[in-house]
């Protein structure tokens, strides 16, 4: 075992440099990562053959969700009193948990978001998304998911014409 760090030094244009091996905490020491001394990795141990294997009965740390983007608007001119939709009609959003959104306004804005589902060729609303964090670069929302077939209606509430500088949908699978 070295303390830390382990250096070797090389001879570059006539000047010696340090050059630090590539290292990792073990047994009180440090030691050289490479084929004798791998890095550590968390919930395996070392089987009798060698081999680095899951300790049993360990919860996976498998990823199993991901995040993805249904629906972009940029730029969009609302006028006062007016509103936008964004429609998740369009997308395979079967299997969504929960969405999630961010929106920029010009200046600021009086806004609510506004959630519906269609159900055939029916259309229920389902009420105003409520869950809004305020941020210096915009706000964030989100809502359980209901439905594939859901729309977010964006309804400009002051009483100026704002443009809508982002406005980013996105899935929680």
């Not at 047994?27 to 990795?41: K, S």
């Not at 199993?64 to 969009?76: A, M, R, W």
């Amino acid at each position: 075992m070295s303390d830390f760090p382990i250096l070797k030094w090389v001879n570059v244009d006539g000047r010696s440099v340090p050059f630090t091996y590539p290292q990792h905490k073990k047994d009180g020491g440090y030691v050289e990562t490479g084929d004798e001394n791998p890095l550590p990795v968390g919930n395996h141990v070392m089987s009798e053959g060698g081999l680095w294997i899951p300790e049993p009965e360990v919860r996976s740390t498998q990823l199993t969700g991901s995040i993805v983007e249904l629906e972009v608007l940029e730029n969009v001119f609302v006028p006062a009193g007016s509103y936008v939709t964004l429609s998740g009609m369009d997308i395979d959003n079967s299997d969504i948990k929960e969405i999630r959104g961010s929106i920029r306004w010009e200046g600021d804005t009086t806004y609510s978001l506004e959630l519906s589902i269609t159900v055939g060729s029916r259309q229920t609303y389902l009420g105003e998304i409520t869950d809004i964090t305020k941020s210096r670069y915009g706000d964030l929302f989100k809502h359980e998911s209901y439905d594939k077939n859901f729309r977010i209606r964006v309804n400009n509430d002051s009483g100026t014409d704002r443009t809508l500088y982002a406005l980013r949908l996105m899935g929680v699978r």
